[in-house]
């Protein structure tokens, strides 16, 4: 009689909650992985910073380790995150994916501002983990340049984007849901969570600089809190994006502003200038609010859309899925054939 087969089981140890636009690529990357035949759940971090909450998470995810008995564990973030995985993950396979403020230095590394502290002690910890993990994600190359160690093992994944939600509309179509005027210009920023690192002040100066010329230009700010559904709505009506971060990974953003065709300016940050290679009415800039002001004058002046969509086809999260899949299985089978048989172990506990 033939044993059927077992599924590949995996944990996503994810930081922060599980709503809202904090950690949404892990979590869509995870239903994606689904529809591919592996089995996710997700563990999110509550705390990251209280000593003694970590050690309440720690023991937590033990135990959710111990009754789910994934094949592998997926950090998705490196720092604190990574390090609480390599340490709970015991005898299985560790994949950790690297998005960026996990390895790239603080943009105020020179002043004295609180956390600097913190910061780099997260990056230290992001650096040993890469030493306990069997798979080494980076969504850049030059986020894999920064590993410390085992940089000639590391793969580079972007984190993907989401082609059934990012698509291509009509502008005026789009604003007309959204109640905005017809005639103004707008300049999509997402500040995020961290608009420091994002430059909200240099988007905020550029967006002034361009009023000289079109005095109804308007920045329209994302500041985290967005119903992520409502993403691809103000992408599509808006004019064009911006791009102002000190430091990124692979900036989502970019990503899924392509796959709506809409026009990008940006610094040179993360892996823009690759995903804006040949993309018409994109544009890379100097960090200069009069240089991007004047480029965000001359792209918004009529309404231009992008051949962006035939940029990302490559990078839907379907077909992330599939990539990652077969690099978990490359994973496990290593596991297998070295001394201490983790996939036999890991696959024979899923049984249980």
Known sequence: MTAMPVSLRVLFVIPGENHGSSMIFARRQAHFLAEEGVEVEC??????????????????????????KPALVHAQFGTVTAMLSAMAAGHRPLAISYRGGDLNPSPSSNSAKPGLGRSAFGRMLSQLAALRASLIICVSEGLRQRLWWRRDRAVVLPSGVDLQLFQPEERDSARMR??????????????????????LDLA??????????????????????????????????????????????????????????????SVDVGDAALRLRGVAHTCLVERDAESIGRVLA??????????????????????????????????????????????ARALGSAKD
């Not at 971090?45 to 111990?66: D, K, M």
């Not at 119903?227 to 599509?236: F, Q, S, T, V, Y």
């Not at 990539?323 to 996939?343: F, I, N, Q, S, W």
Request: with cysteine; glycine share 8%; proline share 7%.
């Open 298 to 343: 001359e792209i918004t002046a009529v309404p231009l859309r992008t051949n962006g969509p035939e940029a990302v086809h490559e990078l839907g999260f379907d077909c992330m899925a599939r990539k990652l899949c077969h690099m978990y299985r490359e994973t496990l089978a290593r596991a297998a054939d070295g001394p201490r048989g983790v996939l």
């Open 43 to 68: 563990f999110y971090l509550r705390s990251r910073t209280s000593p003694a909450a970590l050690v309440r998470e720690y023991f937590r995810l033990r135990g959710h380790i111990a009754g789910f």
């Open 178 to 199: 959204l109640g905005w005027p017809a005639d103004d210009r707008v300049v999509l920023f997402n500040a995020g969570h961290d608009p420091g690192n994002k430059r």
């Open 204 to 265: 905020l100066a550029s967006a002034t600089a361009a009023r000289r010329r079109w005095p109804r230009l308007r920045l329209e700010i994302l500041d985290g809190k967005v119903d992520p559904g409502r993403i691809p709505a103000l992408m599509n009506a808006s004019d064009c994006l911006l791009v102002a971060s000190d430091n990124e990974g692979s900036p989502s953003v970019i990503q899924e502003a392509l796959a709506c065709a809409l026009p990008i300016v």
